[in-house]
């Protein structure tokens, strides 16, 4: 009688059983997810409805700043090479949205043909008309950087009197659109104008579900000396913390990228540094793209659940037969009232909520009433068959070899003299046929001697009295210690012991030991015992 009852507990038990994550995502998003978003016209709310494309496409990197900001040049330095459709100038010059992706020959699709192709990410972006399929374009060329990723290139918001005109089509909700499926998203500022106008604060404020994804780029930082670099960094991340409304500090990238000379070479280490935390960081989007499109279903489930209960809450207000005109403009101008109820009855987040004006233009008669069975569905998924696919996402990655992007400016500093840090710190001397060492034990000898040595080498506490002198931490000295004590005998002979001194001033310094001691830095007379 109750045979239901049990198959939904045995399924409650066995959740799906998925060959690959991407196959999981595409499955628990049609049947699960989906059937939910359509019976409560998510699709008209929030969203449109994700296709195969969605799950099966490259890392996507999207560039949002205001005009000449070096967006449409940033992408030129990762490639280095230029791409079909790309022109720049201090001017507005970039008036496309531009997908720049891999393919065999050079060319542009443009937008029309672009949103008919299964292939392609961008069906749904169809429903924003032909005043911006005109201004949407898809850029392929080979280019080995396009392999693991693909970069979106957006028109220069405007500001001042320009950004009264307008583009013919919502360009704010355009941007959330693609914050929803991209995997990072760049904001660029010019060191010279910081100024966030009205139109860009529209777009960072659309963009405000995804900070997680978030990025800035401070550029052309090389036009501008020290101290007025410190004070553009003050007032960039004053302007970004009246809009971004997180307790957390965005990450600024600090640089200059593109191939010309530095104007002024002053910080040129830091723009070297900051420009590798950002490659890395763009570099690992191939190995986190599974997860980042798993926590986005997750993200996406629980924004359908809210509208769920908001719409059936709005279902229940409205009469069932008469009235219902005098009780939608009640419900209309009481909207807000409402939402705080609902916000209090399901212990739903603010921010969840769709927009206010968007839901009051809606015929709540057509709205249908809570069914149970699509949200516990829903509550399955994330529950048992996200925790499965969880699991399948960690065996991928170890059972594949490490996805990073490739090429371009990506492998220009990787090896060779020009690489992030090389000759410096426990690099220093990577090069001379000298111990680099050698250069100041002498003095370090000196202090060898004072420490009362018992057939040429001194005793650990011997040694902890002279290194604490370095006021280092315990955890750092001791590290010193393990790549010092090359025979391993618990003792320092007068060659360690310049070894320890020598990596105690690359701590000092501001420079990271490394994890294993570089054969370099190795005293000579014990290169063959580390072998």
């Known amino acids: 009688m109750f045979s239901w009852l049990g198959h939904d507990e045995r399924r409650r038990k066995n959740p799906e059983v998925f060959q690959t994550v991407s196959e999981g995502l595409k499955?628990?998003?049609?049947?699960?997810?989906?059937?939910l978003e359509e019976h409560y016209k998510f699709h008209e709310f929030h969203s449109p409805a994700l296709e195969n494309a969605d799950f099966d496409n490259k890392p996507m990197v999207l560039l949002v700043g205001q005009y000449s900001t070096g967006k449409t040049t940033f992408i030129r330095y990762l490639l280095e090479q230029d791409f079909p459709g790309m022109r720049i100038g201090p001017e507005p010059t970039t008036d496309s949205f531009i997908a720049v992706m891999q393919g065999d020959v050079e060319g542009i699709i443009p937008g029309n043909a672009l949103v008919v192709d299964p292939k392609k990410p961008f069906r749904k972006l169809n429903a924003f008309g032909n005043a911006f399929l005109n201004r949407f374009v898809c850029a392929q060329l080979p280019n080995p950087v396009l392999e693991s990723i693909s970069i979106i290139d957006t028109p220069g918001i405007l500001s001042g009197e320009k950004q009264?005109?307008?583009?013919?089509?919502?360009?704010?909700?355009?941007?959330?659109?693609?914050?929803?499926?991209?995997?990072?998203?760049?904001?660029?500022?010019?060191?010279?104008k910081l100024d966030i106008s009205d139109e860009f604060s529209d777009v960072i404020k659309a963009l405000k579900n995804h900070e997680d994804k978030m990025r800035v780029v401070l550029n052309k930082a090389d036009q501008i000396e020290t101290q007025q670099l410190m004070r553009v960094y003050g007032a960039l991340m004053w302007s970004l913390g009246k809009i971004v409304n997180t307790p957390e500090v965005?990450?600024?990238?600090?640089?200059?990228?593109?191939s010309h000379p530095l104007l002024i070479p002053d910080n040129r280490k830091l723009f070297e540094a900051e420009e590798q935390d950002l490659f890395r960081d763009i570099q690992s989007l191939p190995r986190n793209a599974a997860l980042r499109k798993l926590?986005?279903?997750?993200?996406r489930a629980r924004l359908a659940k809210v509208h769920a209960y908001i719409i059936s809450s709005l279902k229940k207000e409205m009469p069932s037969v008469f009235g219902k005109d005098h009780k939608k403009k009640e419900l209309v101008n009481?909207?807000?009232?409402?939402?705080?109820?609902?916000?209090r009855e399901r212990q739903i987040s603010p921010g969840d909520f769709p927009n206010l004006k968007k839901m009051q233009a809606q015929d709540f008669?057509?709205?249908?009433?809570i069914k149970t069975k699509l949200l516990d569905a829903v509550d399955d998924m994330l529950a048992n068959d996200i925790a499965q696919l969880m699991v399948l996402v960690r065996q991928e990655e170890s059972h594949r070899p490490i996805q990073m992007v490739k090429g371009g400016a990506f492998e220009g500093t990787l090896q060779g003299p020009f690489g992030h840090g090389y000759g410096e710190g426990a690099g220093e001397g990577i090069d001379d046929a000298d111990w680099v060492v050698a250069r100041d034990k002498p003095m370090y000898d000196e202090i060898f001697y004072t420490l009362s040595p018992i057939d040429g080498k001194i005793t650990g506490a011997n040694a902890k009295k002279e290194l604490v002198k370095s006021k280092l931490p315990n955890t750092v000295l001791g590290k010193i210690w393990k790549l010092s004590d090359i025979d391993k005998d618990g003792m320092l002979d007068d060659e360690e012991f310049a070894l320890a001194n020598h990596l105690v001033k690359v701590k000092l310094e501001g420079h990271e030991l490394p994890s294993d001691l570089p054969v370099h830095l190795v005293p000579p007379s014990k290169r063959k015992l580390a072998e």
Do not use: M
């Not at 499955?27 to 059937?35: A, G, S």
């Open 27 to 35: 499955k628990l998003y049609r049947t699960k997810l989906l059937p």
């Open 250 to 258: 965005v990450r600024v990238y600090i640089s200059s990228f593109w």
């Open 164 to 192: 009264r005109i307008s583009r013919g089509y919502d360009f704010a909700a355009v941007l959330e659109w693609f914050a929803e499926r991209v995997d990072r998203i760049i904001l660029l500022f010019d060191a010279h």
């Open 295 to 299: 926590n986005d279903l997750i993200k």
């Open 365 to 369: 008669s057509k709205f249908q009433p």
């Open 334 to 343: 009481n909207l807000g009232v409402i939402y705080g109820r609902i916000e």
